[in-house]
């Protein structure tokens, strides 16, 4: 996708779309269903209240597929309960804009980015995430470990000992699969479910692996960012030579039509500032990737957002739409269920 083109099809977006935004008053009630943890979002947070003391601003959270699912359900009521979205799967971005769901905006800084985003300005990267592989380095040497996504699924001398999230419930999880199903193929299913995985929450992934439980699991690189900076934790990151997988998260506004407070101006506003160097600083200190070009920062103790964009492992996010439903069920038959 080319920016010149983008940055055209912005300009003709019809300027009233924005609303308080463009006398910065922005005010009024605005609810965000976000897929980030509670945890992470605290410092975000006061930072929105600070930005903007004269909304109220609530957060609802949950896991990606937690989220579609209450959606599904304030859908088929004819009304959702919230004015801006946060959810970590950009193929449910694409969904609601063809259900004509979302508010577009035009982000005066849109050629800053370096993740494509709508043309229409319907949604944008809010957010990098990574799906790498993970071990504690008091239980394991990394020489003894797989250095690849295919062997963290086809090296025997780890049945049972491997772990990762459920895409059935999980965003990024469902991301990772799908990238890894067009790399390798539905086999690569059959090959977790001989390889009898665990499925089992990131979380509790990663204190199994502090504990000696597991070796090796496929998580966030932020998960366990965060505990090697809060906690001095012995886990450590594989970035996998056959590819990371990059998900950029999205921020999407719910049009007047559809959302909980009818309040898109300021809705556009808040948006606009988690995209802005203020915001992606905030997300970066909460150990995620900036999705703007060039940024000067990066999460703690993580290598560097254009190093991963060399190794990333594409996910085709269109596809992963047609697909959803069909790459859930092979997973829930073929691995979970096996």
């Known amino acids: 996708m080319k920016k010149f083109f983008y940055l055209i099809v912005l300009a003709c977006i019809c300027f009233t779309n924005c609303g308080s ?13 976000t897929s980030m943890y509670r945890d992470v979002v605290d410092d975000i947070e ?17 896991g990606t597929g937690t989220l579609q699912a209450k959606l599904d359900e304030e859908i088929a009521e004819g009304q959702l309960g919230c004015d801006i979205l946060l959810l970590a799967d950009p193929s449910y971005s694409i969904e609601l804009k063809e ?10 800084e849109a050629s800053s980015l370096a993740y494509d985003y709508d043309p229409e300005g319907y949604w944008y990267p809010v957010r990098i995430s990574n799906m790498v592989l993970a071990f504690d380095s008091a239980h394991n040497s990394r020489d003894n470990l797989p250095k690849t ?15 990762m999230s459920n895409p059935l419930v999980s965003g990024t999880t469902l991301a990772a699969v799908a990238a890894l199903k067009d790399k390798y193929g539905y086999e690569y299913f059959e090959a977790l479910g001989r390889q009898n995985v665990h499925i089992e929450s990131g979380a509790v992934a990663l204190s199994k692996l502090e504990t000696g439980e597991r070796r090796l699991a496929m998580v966030l690189e932020e998960s366990v960012l965060k505990l090697r900076e809060e906690e001095k934790s012995s886990l450590e990151i594989i970035y996998p030579t056959d590819g990371v997988v990059v998900i950029p998260s999205t921020v999407m506004i719910v049009n007047d039509k559809w959302s909980a ?7 556009q506003e808040i948006a606009s500032w988690f995209l802005s160097r203020e915001g992606q600083g905030a997300i970066v200190d909460k150990w995620m990737h900036s999705v703007r ?13 254009g190093t991963i964009l060399e190794r990333k492992l594409p996910v085709n996010w269109d596809d992963l739409l047609k697909q959803r439903d069909e790459i859930q069920q092979k997973f829930e038959q073929q691995v979970t269920h096996r």
Do not use: C, W
């Not at 910065?24 to 605005?30: D, L, Y």
């Open 46 to 62: 006061i930072a929105l209240k600070k930005q903007f003391p004269n909304s109220g601003i609530e957060f609802s959270f949950g």
């Open 293 to 305: 070009g060039n940024f000067e920062k990066h999460p703690y103790d993580a290598i560097s957002s």
């Open 149 to 163: 996504f295919y062997d963290f699924a086809h090296n025997a001398g780890l049945r049972g000992a491997v772990s």
């Open 21 to 33: 935004s463009a006398a910065g008053k922005a005010s009024g009630k605005i609810v965000i269903y």
């Open 99 to 108: 259900k004509g769901m979302l508010h577009p905006f035009a982000y005066q």
């Open 261 to 267: 407070n009818g309040n898109a101006g300021t809705a």
